[in-house]
């Protein structure tokens, strides 16, 4: 089973901060397969990123995906006061898929 | 417009059995997977299991494997999680999500609270 491991564990940042989340894979995943999800508290998650770089319909262009191999990057360059939730890696290369544990980006 | 619309809250006590359900709309039932991801109370997302209504093939996380079984019926268009036997530590909030091209899930139904307490 792969592990994913987002850092940091919680991220306290203000409104117009840039917000860098990483998501460590135990072993090599193909970028086809690494999405990212946000949640609030007490809604359902929300799609956000595929195929490690690509916004999902609606998504502002202020998030943004990257990375390759073991290493992926949410980035949200400018936080917005809707922007402060649970953010979610998923891997679905290797079964069993496998979500990292979450990174919660708060008000600083 | 895809919708996925979940089952309502369920109260059970331990050693009850339990069917919840996911109905789709807007898409092709069959054509895509449907995925079932548990969230326990204050935690993170676990992927559970995924079922492709075309053909019933269904997989599990080793996790979940012979604790929970994924079906679909494709004459309602709806997907099902079940337990034979419920335990406390099934009190989670249940999502289903419909599985995009084996990647991504694109969208998500409104999650169905079980609640298992004696």
């Known amino acids: 089973e792969i592990v994913m491991t987002q850092s940091p564990a919680t991220l306290s940042l203000s409104p117009g901060e840039r917000a860098t989340l990483s998501c460590r894979a135990s072993q090599s995943v193909s970028s086809s397969y690494l999405s990212w999800y946000q949640q609030k508290p007490g809604q359902t998650p929300r799609l956000l990123i595929y195929g490690a770089s690509t916004r999902a319909t609606g998504i502002p262009d202020r998030f943004s995906g990257s990375g390759s191999g073991t290493d992926f990057t949410l980035t949200i360059s400018s936080l917005q006061p809707e922007d402060f939730a649970v953010y979610y890696c998923?891997?679905?290369?290797?079964?069993?898929?496998?979500f990292g544990q979450g990174t919660k980006v708060e008000i600083k | 417009e895809v919708q996925l619309v979940q089952s309502g809250a369920e109260v059970k006590k331990p050693g009850e059995s339990l069917k919840i359900s996911c109905k789709v709309s807007g898409y092709s039932f069959t054509n895509y997977w449907i995925g079932w991801v548990r969230q326990m109370p204050g935690k993170g997302l676990e992927w559970m299991g995924i079922i492709y209504p075309g053909n019933s093939d269904t997989r599990y996380s080793p996790s979940f494997q012979g604790q929970v079984t994924i079906s679909a019926d494709k004459s309602v268009s709806t997907a099902y999680l079940q337990w034979s036997s419920l335990k406390a530590s099934d009190t989670a909030m249940y999502f289903c999500?419909?599985?995009?091209?084996?990647?991504?899930?694109?969208?998500w139904g409104q999650g169905t609270l079980v609640t298992v307490s004696s």
């Open positions: 999500a419909r599985r995009y091209k084996t990647s991504w899930f694109d969208y």
């Open positions: 998923l891997q679905d290369y290797n079964l069993p898929p496998t």
